[in-house]
């Protein structure tokens, strides 16, 4: 039986989970101020409903210039205080929470004016080609940010979380420091290689390991597509995504976390693997897959309006199974019911997600509100 294999516990340093389904990082724009404390009910619900690692959504570090919207979720200051109780919500039910450190770099949200105490900040100011937003970051901004990643880290240790995500995916950030395209810089954090550009993204990782410890788990979202690109691609070839992450597992990740648009989407000719699959078999490390888990499309189809439908997870279970990825992470399934996991362990229909789901509140009214 395939599904048995989502039903094994995991372990690795810090992070253990009774089972292998996390909860996808997914922004609910619903923490005004970036304080966590609406969010402890709606992810005590998920674990309740079968999930057994919480993947925050995405919380700023210490740097005014970290969120797109007035809700971003924030990882310091006075949203401290709110964060032991949920943590404490997740735990109680049995689950690892485990939060995704995230800046938004260039990246303002989509139809959003909202923006930031100090301009939008980047390597060259460009969220994309023909794209440009706020400042080019200094020498200075670059430092003040690895070392606001690094506190971040360190307060996700001390307050108790089982670990922490650093997210370099999607366009954001870190990912705009390594994308050709919007990294144009001559200096040190720039240059013609992946290699050169990926200099900024390790140095957070190193000084994100060196905050927490050599026992606490770090784990590293990537992705090849972009949010103003889905369709670009930062390797082509296997030895490239070798030559990418190599170093990033020797900077201290220990849990690489893949965001495809597709779980299945085959990623270089000649296997069905996709970049989850690959990274697995290359680097050797536990890998977290998402995209499209029980759900037909991609959740960017689902922004634009077009529903997700529920799909069999026998298929993603079987592949898990068999060793080429190690959990899955669930966005649109669990927005559309927080008893997923549940729903899948008991061979129950699993249900549709609607445009109107990304975007709902937190409470269960607004949870139960017809799709
Ligand atoms: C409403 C919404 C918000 C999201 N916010 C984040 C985020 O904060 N950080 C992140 O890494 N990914 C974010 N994502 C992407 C999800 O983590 C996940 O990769 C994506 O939804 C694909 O999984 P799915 O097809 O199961 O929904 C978000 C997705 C959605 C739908």
């Given amino acids: 039986m395939a599904l048995d294999a989502l039903f094994e516990p995991f372990a690795l340093k810090s992070l253990r989970t009774s089972n292998r389904i996390a909860m996808a990082s997914m922004a609910r724009w619903a923490t005004p101020g970036g304080d966590p404390a609406p969010l402890a009910d ?41 964060w032991p109780g949920v943590i404490e919500a997740v735990h109680e039910a049995g689950g690892a929470i485990v939060p995704q450190i995230w800046h938004c770099g260039a990246t303002a949200k989509p139809g959003q004016p909202w923006t930031p105490p100090t301009p939008f900040e980047s390597p060259s100011g460009r969220q994309a080609p023909g794209m440009e937003r706020g400042v080019v970051m200094d020498t ?49 954090w720039g240059g013609p290689t992946l290699a050169d550009r990926s200099r900024f993204p390790l140095a957070v990782v190193r000084a994100v390991r060196a905050a927490v410890g050599p026992d606490f788990a770090i784990l590293l979202r990537i992705s090849q597509w972009k949010s103003a690109d889905p369709s670009a691609r930062l390797v082509e070839t296997p030895q490239a995504l070798e030559a990418w992450l190599d170093p990033f597992i020797d900077a201290g990740i220990d849990i690489v976390s893949v965001s495809q648009l597709r779980w299945d989407a085959a990623e270089f000719e000649g296997s069905p693997m996709g970049l989850a699959g690959w990274t697995r078999t290359l680097l050797g490390v536990p890998v977290v897959l998402a995209g499209g888990v029980g759900m037909s499309g991609d959740f960017i189809q689902t922004f634009m309006g077009q529903s997700g439908a529920p799909q069999s997870v026998e298929p993603v279970a079987a592949r898990l199974a068999a060793g080429e990825f190690d959990l899955i992470a669930v966005g649109r399934g669990m927005l559309a019911d927080p008893d997923w996991g549940r729903r899948v362990r008991y061979g129950l229909p699993l249900s549709a997600c609607s445009p109107a789901r990304l975007t709902a509140g937190l409470t269960p009214s607004d949870q139960e509100r017809p799709a």
């Fill in 42 to 82: 709606f992810y005590r619900r998920r674990v309740e409903g079968g999930a057994s690692l919480i993947l925050t959504e995405g919380a700023n570090p210490a740097r005014d210039a970290a969120g797109n919207d007035p809700c971003s979720l924030k990882l310091h200051g006075r949203t401290l205080e709110s």
């Fill in 140 to 188: 200075a901004a670059i430092e003040a940010t690895i070392a606001a990643f690094a506190g971040a880290a360190a307060t996700a240790k001390a307050l108790g979380f089982d670990g922490v995500e650093v997210h370099a995916g999607h366009g954001y950030l870190l990912d705009q420091f390594m994308w050709s395209a919007t990294n144009s810089r001559t200096d040190h």
